[in-house]
């Protein structure tokens, strides 16, 4: 049971680092599920599934190989009079190095921040090569709602649709109907959506807060000139066109949204 223990976390570990490799790179789950992302045939649900599960199978034989290894475990934390002692300079550096992730993790410290900042350019050049939805979930919406936030007329979408053959119902979501013809979301409203669309101004942009003024502007949401008159009026005089949306809402104690209906056009 010893071989099959230690055999089994191996394995485990070297899968649950792959697919937290994938997971480290992978788009950001809006963009994801809108361009049907897919790395080797598995999309980004299937690789979160699949850490999870492979999370329980470490956890279980790593207690398994803790179990089987106590004694010497126990004698890693024994002084030299044979008592367990937490005072020990392994034991005191092996916590250490444990606070020090947790530390430097949660206050964003280099070079946590550094790497942490990496997977989120990582996730920012998918979703410039992608593009992501016009709102979020946007893929879990059904035709008809589709058709009304976005202002596209339904039966314009389905003449379109059929012109392409493309097998539907109106009560189907983006996401099943992309499924049932081996395409994507994104694929679908490339098809039904008008060459000038109309769009909602109330529809507030995916992932708001990680957005660069500049990235605002040329998405059409904001005049930067106009946007930095207006934040320094605020008392936000330290303005570029990659200054997030989040930096300013965190400085004036607002939310994202509020900065933005403060600032678009």
Known sequence: MKKITSLTLAISFLIMTYTGIMLFICPHGRV???????????????????????????????????????????????????????????????LGINILFIVGTLGMIQPFSGFLNFEES???????????????????????????????????????????????????????????????????????????IKTDDTIVPVGLGRKTLGELESMGKIDIKKAVKILKKEGINTISPDTRVKEIADELDLMPVDIYRLIKK
């Open 32 to 94: 994801a599920y809108w361009s049907g992302w897919k790395f080797w045939g598995l999309n980004k649900t299937q690789y979160g599934e699949l850490h999870t599960t492979f999370m329980l199978i470490f956890l279980f034989f790593g207690f398994l190989h803790i179990y089987y290894n106590w004694k010497p475990i126990v004698s890693y934390l024994k002084d030299k009079s044979k008592k367990i002692s937490f005072t020990k300079k392994e034991f005191l550096t092996a």
């Open 122 to 196: 990582l996730k920012d050049k998918w979703t410039i090569k992608l593009g992501e939805p016009p709102f979020g979930h946007a893929e879990l919406s059904k035709l008809k709602v589709f058709c009304k936030k976005m202002n596209i007329d339904p039966n314009d979408a389905i003449k379109k649709l059929k012109e392409k053959n493309i097998r539907f119902d109106i009560e189907d979501t983006l996401s099943e109907i992309a499924n049932k013809n081996a395409t994507t979301p994104n694929e679908i409203y490339n098809i039904i959506k008008p060459e000038k």
